[in-house]
Structures are given as C-alpha cells and as structure tokens.
C-alpha cells in the first residue's frame, strides 16, 4: 500500500511518482478561494494571487527530474533500435522477452538494405517489455531518420503518438533525438518538436514545450554529465514552471550524481533549487524553497537513465564514493547474442583501471560447446574500459566465455569479472577451404568459400586479399572461387583473407596460411577441421629442420610403406596396397585402418602426439615413388584423407621426399 505522505516511483516510466502523489491530492498551488470583499462599492476587490510553488515544491521537484530521466528513456529506446539493432531491414513478429510482441518495418528510401539518411523505421508492439522503458508498451514508435551513420550517430524525428506505457501513459508528440558515439566518449541529445502533452488514463496531466536534455558520457574517466532545460505546464498546479541547469548533474557511472544543480522557478522571485549531493546522503537530493531545504530520494523521480551506459538502463545504483570501483557493463551489450566473428567486448568499469590480468591460464574467450577450442584474446585499456579481442576468428552460431579476468583499478580496487555467454552470429558460417596450405611459384592452391552458409537474406559478396606482404594477384578477388599467383622470387608464408558480406552489411572475415615449401625438400602437411581428433582442428606445417623424417619399405611387404617423424612432438604414417598388390604411383580409395583393413582393401594410419584412431576410413593417391639401388625409398610424394571412427571431420594431409612433384596438382 502507498502512503500519500510518500513520493513514490513505480517501474511506469519515471514520471509515474507524478501521479501517485496527485491520486493521493498531494501538490496545489495558492489558495484562491476566501472573502472576495464584494459590497463595499468603493473598493474594488482584490487581484487574484500569482500561482507559486509553495506547498508544491516537491512535486516540481520530482516532476521535473522525472521528466529529464523519462525523456532520456525515450532516447535509449531509439538508440538500442537504430545503431544496436542487429536487424536493419524488415521483420515478421518477433517475440520479445516477456512473451509479447514486437514487428520492424522498414520503408528503405534508397533501397540499399540499411538504414540510411531519408528512411523511415516503424516498430509496432504488442504487450512487449522494452528495457530501455523498463516497461509494456503497445502500440507504435515512428522513426523518420534525417541522417544516419552506422555504429556512429544519427538524428531522427521519434513520433511517439501511439505509443502506451504500462496501458496508461501516452507522450502524445514527437521527440527528436540525436546520437553522436565514439569508441570512448558519446552523446545524447533529446529535444521536444513543438508541445508534447503527457496523457495518464487519456487525461492531459502537464505539457513539456522547450525540452532539451544533454547526456554525455566519458568512458575513459567512467563519469557522465547530465543538463536539463525547458517548461513543463502543469494541469494539477494551474501554471507553468521553467527547468534550467545551474550546474550539470555528473557522477560516475551507475552510481548517483555527486555534482549539479537545477532550478525551478514559475517567476524570478518563485524559485527552487535542485542540488546533488557528495558523499553523505547520496541517495538523496536536497531542495530548497524559501528558508526551507530537505531531502528527497533520487529512487522516487529517476529510473536511472541519467547514469546509465550505452543506452542500458542500470540493474543498480550504488551511492557515491571516492574509492568505490566496480564492473558497470558491457557496452553495446545486446551485441552479445549476436556476437561477430572477429568483434570485441568492451568491459566498462566505474572508474579507470591500471591493470588486467587472468587468475590462471591466458587471456582467452572459451568455447563452451564441443570442440571446446579456446581462441586466445589480446588485452586493452583505455581508461575505465577494457577492450578483449580475439587474436583468431570465432566459430559461427558457437558460444563462448571471456575467460576470468582480474582487474585493478587506479584507486588500488579490484574486481573479478566473468562474462557467461556471448553467443556468435549465425548470419554467416564461412567455409573456406584451400586446395592444400602450401605453394610454390607456379604451384599454388585453390581457394573456395562457396561452401559458406548463408542465413542473411539475399546474396553473399566475397572479396579476397593478401593480410602479408608478397604481391598476390588473385584470378578472381571477388568471386567465391578464385587461384591466385606470387612473383617468383617469394619465398615468405602467405596470410590470405576473404571478407564475407551480408546484404544487411554484417561481414566476416575468415584468414589462412599458406606456407612456402622449398623445391626438392622434405616436409609433412596437415589440416585438420574442427571435431578431428588426430588433429585436433588444427593445421600443422614441419620441415627437416623441424625434426627429423624417415620413410620405410619392405622386402617382405611390397605392398606397405611408413613414414615417420620425430621433433617437438611425433607423427606416423602407414600405407599398405591390397595384399596382392606392389605400392606404387596411383589412387588408393576405400582405404581402412592399417593393419586391421581386409587384404582386398587399401591400408591407412595417420597418427600422433598420443592420438589414433579405433576406426578410420579414407583415401590416398602416390604421385611419386622411387627407390635407390639398395632398394630404399629415394622420393615419395602422397596426398592422403583419412576420417576417424569413419564419420568423423576428416583430415588432409600431404607427405613430400625429396620430390618436386606439385603441392597442388591441377
């Protein structure tokens, strides 16, 4: 039960304390009424006294901070629907996260699939729970963009007309709404176009004209800055009062201003003042009238937008202290179900940090699904934000981990962070496969990323290029297939990438190396794709100054060969013909695992570093092999495949021995 001695705020927009206190008739103006002094005929009654804030102070008070922080909601809805919206285009119904409904439709001005200068984004709702409202809406939002620059900022006109709040509280006008973001620092500006009555239950409750709020954050120092000016006209005072920031209200982040000043006035005589205060009381804000100054909780006018991050409402506010430090959030957090490839996570702390280090381990993001590969992260600090990057491409539609991390702030804090979940985008799973991860001038292999899924609407577009240094020239840079060539004198391991793109504009970018192997050399190859056991999705590359090789043959065995290789770690490779066969050059198909295959069948075993097989199938084809008069191998040169428990990912694989043959045979 509300008592109507008590401000208080429902999760409505914050406004809401407005009208709990007008149900329980608290507020009003001067009284008007008492002796009018008629009948005296020679002394005409007197003037009406001017409506002042005595006796509603308070309720100016509240209603004005209430106002700021409810406009600025309003701001963070259309931010997280214009620059973090993942979807550009389009949609059907979707579901939102309390069971109700929400549809995009986007009327694209100059048909290019985003959104972009000129365009207009309507969001119809249906009983659906908006965080930045931190409430139900119904109804519709319309988004008449005037510029538009992706991830950067934006200027919209908002018509919020048809849009109801909780079923009740209708902003029956339009705000413009201007967004301006940098990797450490952005701006929020939201103005009322013209006059925006506020309507409870459809009744007109006060009018806001002149609105303009400033939010600027700063996530290098963690601190905000917050200004307020305009009028409200107020249908329970019967006036008007002006807003004006004396000082603006700055704190750090998610926690309560410690700084600022705001005046309220319906005249230059009728004035209240507004002040946040240090450390002791906080949570509250003090106002003062006349002689008369008290406090008032910042809970009861504000939800918080005012130091909230990146368009988030904060989960908590904590009072203000010099030594306080903690993790406040991840910037552009709705990022994380729908992770990119190769993005990063920005951890925003309340204050600046010093140091980062991981308890155990390495700096990694952990793949919380099978094959459980961790990809190794590379650290940033950039005042009070923490930057982790993956130093390889994640896996498409795989979630992972940001492994903990300890970080230390500048005050001496520390804080241990944990993030659970980021799920990577599904929109586009690169394939890319290489014909083998090897060349030389004149031998180079293959490359095909025809294969990539494609869950975007409409096509993909592809466009190859060289990360390294040597003069690559592809045949085909933008299709999906291309060979490529080298000028003869490069001897260097080649970094080679293909930028994927969606029509939406979401992109991926899938890396190899492609190493140099010398004529005549010796040298096993492997690449081994996730969910391989042998190699454990990794593609391995070793040379005679790696270790050390030997290839074997038998006089008793005509049909086997073995090659072996022992450095930092080991490898084997057996190949056998069918029992009544001599092995020589030729393609060996449905080979089984040597020596458990049938003796009508070919013999294969690939393995290493403590790893084999129970079952394996595959193939391999001899391009050459020579023997010396002692009858040893003087050349070989093998391609093989070979899949584990026979439906596993398989594994390519070359082997060369003093051989020149090709890497990548035509």
């Known amino acids: 039960m509300i008592a109507c001695n008590l401000a208080y705020k429902t999760s409505i927009l914050s406004l809401s304390s407005l009208f709990i206190l007008t149900a329980c008739g608290g507020g009003g103006g001067s009284d008007s009424g008492g002796n009018s002094n008629i009948g005296s005929g020679s002394n005409p009654p007197p003037a009406a006294p001017a409506v002042t804030l005595s006796g509603y102070d308070s309720q100016a008070a509240l209603s004005s901070l209430s106002a700021m922080d ?72 319309v988004y008449d963009i005037e510029l538009f620059a992706e991830d950067e900022s934006f200027t919209a006109n908002v018509d919020i007309s048809d849009l109801i709040i909780d079923g009740v509280i209708n902003l029956d006008g339009v705000i413009r709404v201007k967004y301006e973001g940098e990797t450490s620092e952005s701006s929020l500006i939201v103005n009322t176009v013209g006059n925006v009555p506020l309507n409870f239950n459809s009744q007109k409750v006060m009018t806001f004209s002149n609105f303009e709020i400033v939010k600027q954050d700063d996530y290098q120092t963690a601190k905000y800055r917050v200004g307020v000016s305009g009028s409200i006209n107020d249908e329970e005072l019967g006036a008007t009062y002006r807003i004006s920031q004396l000082q603006g209200f700055s704190g750090y982040l998610n926690e309560y201003p410690n700084e600022g000043e705001l005046s309220i006035s319906t005249s230059s005589t009728d004035v209240a003042t507004v002040t946040a205060n240090f450390v002791e009381n906080s949570t509250f804000f003090n106002v003062s009238y006349g002689s008369d ?57 309340s204050r600046p940090v010093e140091s980062v280090s991981p308890p155990y381990g390495e700096f990694a993001f952990g793949a919380n699904e099978y094959p459980y590969v961790d990809v190794p992260a590379s650290i940033e600090i950039n005042g009070a934000m923490v930057i982790a990057s993956p130093e390889r ?236 008069e002692s009858g040893e191998v003087e050349s070989l040169a093998v391609d093989f495949e070979q899949s584990c428990e026979l439906t596993n990912p398989t594994l390519k694989g070359q082997f060369r021995y003093n051989s020149n043959m090709p890497l990548n045979p035509q």
């Open 293 to 349: 100054t008290y406090l008032m909780q910042w809970d009861d006018a504000i939800e918080g937008a005012m130091m909230g991050v990146s368009a988030q409402l904060p989960d908590y506010i904590v009072p203000f202290r010099s030594d306080n430090f903690a993790f406040v959030t991840v910037a552009n957090k709705p990022s994380l179900d729908k992770f990119g490839l190769s993005d990063s996570v920005t951890l925003v702390f």
């Open 393 to 628: 491409a994640l896996q498409a539609d795989k979630n992972y981990t940001l492994v903990d991390i300890e970080v230390v702030a500048t005050n001496g804090q520390n804080e241990y962070v944990y993030l659970s979940s980021i799920q990577t985008s599904n929109e586009i799973i690169p394939a890319i496969t290489s014909q083998s991860k090897l060349y030389r001038f004149n031998d180079t292999p293959l490359l095909n990323a025809a294969e990539t899924t494609n869950n975007s609407n409409g096509e993909l577009s592809f466009q190859w290029r060289e990360a390294s240094n040597a003069g690559v020239v592809f045949d085909n840079p933008t299709g999906a297939e291309t060979s490529f060539n080298v000028p003869e004198e490069t001897t260097d391991d080649l970094s080679i990438e293909v930028v994927i793109t969606a029509p939406s504009g979401y992109s991926v970018i899938e890396g190899m190396t492609i190493s140099y192997v010398e004529p005549m050399s010796t040298i096993l190859s492997f690449d081994s794709p996730q969910g391989d056991y042998i190699g454990g999705g990794q593609s391995r590359f070793f040379t005679d100054a790696d270790g050390v090789f030997n290839v074997n043959s038998y006089e008793e065995s005509a049909n086997y060969l073995d090659v072996s290789f022992n450095g930092n770690d080991w490898w084997n490779l057996d190949l056998a013909a069918p029992s009544d066969e001599i092995i020589g050059v030729g393609v060996y198909e449905g080979a089984r695992r040597y020596p458990f295959q049938s003796p009508t069948s070919p013999g294969l075993s690939f393995t290493g570093s403590g790893r084999g097989c129970n079952q394996s199938s595959g193939r391999f084809e001899i391009f050459e092999l020579s023997y010396n």
């Open 70 to 141: 409810s406009l600025l909601q309003i701001g963070f809805m259309s931010q997280n629907t214009l620059v973090l919206n993942s979807t550009s285009g389009s949609t059907g119904e979707l579901s939102c996260s309390n069971g109700g409904l929400f549809e995009q439709v986007h009327a694209d001005n100059d048909s290019n699939g985003e959104f972009s200068d000129g365009d207009t984004v309507t969001i119809n709702y249906r009983e659906c729970y908006v965080a930045s409202l931190d409430d139900v809406a119904d109804g519709s939002v």
